[in-house]
């Protein structure tokens, strides 16, 4: 508890000791969601095909297309995960771009207007009109945007409504959902 330069040198140490103690936690925490994410995909899978199996299933458009989801589903957190590790390795390119925000967020619901329907959710887009253009990583945003969207989707009652937003927030554009 000195006040030179050992005193200091100890407090970064301690200091660095804890960072990295809550770093290693949420590493964890991350597997343990992530094994999780990829379990539930998969755990729903495999009941279609033992069900379908011991014949207590008959097969139906409508089974194969839940596997045929859940399957897409689990493709996509494998993709998430490569392209996490790459950005925990510090190589994930970044190729940005000018784009118009609206056609960023248009682009989404298009997307994503299958699946709101059938779940009797209404998309649309609420931008600002004139703004400028935002210069970013199309595909990078769109993955980001993309996984708001699949959250909101998932947690939207029947009836109810998505809106991917655009709006001038000082100096910048700020996109929501």
Known sequence: ???????TL???FNKLSSDLAHSNDLRRQMTADIAHDLRTPLTVINAYIDGL???VFQPTPERFDAMHTEAQHLQTLIEDLRILSLA???????????????????????????QAEERG?????L??????DILVDPERMAQVLANLVSNALRYTRSGGQIVLGAHRQGAVVALSV
């Open 10 to 12: 100890t407090e970064a």
């Open 88 to 114: 925990d390795a510090g190589e994930l390119s970044i190729q940005r771009v000018p784009i118009s925000s609206e056609a960023l967020l248009e682009r989404l619901v298009a997307a994503y207007a299958p």
């Open 1 to 7: 508890r000195s006040a030179d330069e050992l005193g």
């Open 127 to 132: 931008a600002e009109r004139a703004l400028p």
């Open 53 to 55: 199996r011991d014949g």
């Open 121 to 125: 959710i209404t998309m649309r887009v």
